[in-house]
């Protein structure tokens, strides 16, 4: 099969090479990929700002087919329509592990970075890690799964309330993933902020979200009664974004921050945030209570959403890493299987 390969440390070293088809261990399954889709951290791989255990295939967000199965598997998951967490080799003993957040465990070795990963026509996952893809759902829409799982632990960890009056800063795919898992929370009123002249954000529009650039705070002072908003989720990590959140947030609101942003440091109006008594939170990754809410909200949300990505053949894969870092999509999806651009 064909690849795309993180083969040595450094800027670069990305290349498409022949590997053989995953034989699954016990307990493991090989997928055939069906959409990955690129993320930003398949950036920061390619350009060595993030760790990884080369040679090592990329990809880490992916919908496929149950292919093969190693012993101890299911066998009704054979030829299951699936995602899964990408939380492979967390050891499942230590303190986090324990209290259910494998996410953060030291020992995660995930799809992309650690093991072998999507960016190819099959790869091999532990079997626990699977969710099945309802009928209803398309093989398009439910690649984004995993993002929107990253949303949805976010927002649990920012008590999103039935009533809420949500602000989701940074119209990216996961801040429009927020913005669409908040609604289906029962928020009263929704509102995605970017930047102006933005697709991103007409897209947002398309969906049914009230959206603004630079009036966000008058456009939110005015549906909250002067109070200001209950939730701010920040997507975008950027200093002058933070400033507008927290510009935002009602006093003893609370702060969502789920954008990277890529520095050492952020700058951040520190006292208003205190003056205002903000509950902040920062969230990394997806916990594995927030993939069924994740395939639920997909599920209820779709017609639209195909509109999000842009697929690009395996083949392409320069094209679609340089279109995702010139924004010029809002998503990219791999397609192992041969075709154009579409």
Known sequence: MLALVKTARG?????????????????????????????????????DHFPYWPPVVM?????????TMGDGVDPTMLGARVVCEPHSLACGTCHLCRRGFAELCAAKRSPGWGIDGAFAGNVAMPAHLL??????????????????????????????????????????????????????M?????????????????FAATLGFATATDGAVDLVTELTAGRGADVVVDASGSAEAITTALAL??????????????????????????????DMTFSMSSNGAAWDPAISILARSAP????????????????AFAAVADRTV???????????ER
Do not use: Q
């Not at 993320?39 to 350009?47: A, E, F, K, S």
């Not at 639209?304 to 094209?319: I, K, N, Q, R, Y």
């Not at 809002?330 to 154009?340: C, E, Q, T």
């Open 186 to 202: 029962g928020a009263a009123h929704v509102l995605v902020v970017g930047r102006s002249a933005s697709d991103r954000l007409r």
């Open 249 to 278: 947030v009602r006093r003893r609101g609370r702060f969502v921050a789920i954008g990277m942003s890529g520095r050492a440091t952020v700058p951040v109006p520190w006292d208003l945030a205190i003056t205002r008594a903000v």
């Open 131 to 184: 969710h099945r893809i309802p009928d209803a759902l398309s093989d398009r829409v439910a690649a984004l799964t995993e993002p929107m799982a990253v949303a949805v632990t976010a927002l649990a960890r920012g008590r999103v309330e039935a009533g809420d009056t949500v602000v989701v800063v940074g119209p990216g795919p996961v801040g429009i993933l927020c913005a669409i898992a908040v609604r289906a």
């Open 330 to 340: 809002i998503k990219a999806l791999v397609d192992p299987r041969a075709g154009p």
């Open 59 to 67: 990809g880490h967000e992916f919908c496929g087919t149950v292919e």
């Open 304 to 319: 639209g959403l195909d509109a999000m990505s842009t697929v690009f053949p395996l083949l392409a894969w320069e094209a």
């Open 11 to 47: 800027d670069g070293n990305v290349r498409l090479e022949e590997r053989p088809i995953p034989i699954p261990a016990p307990g493991w399954v090989s997928i055939a990929v069906r959409y990955a889709g690129i993320c930003g951290t398949d950036l920061h791989i390619l350009h």
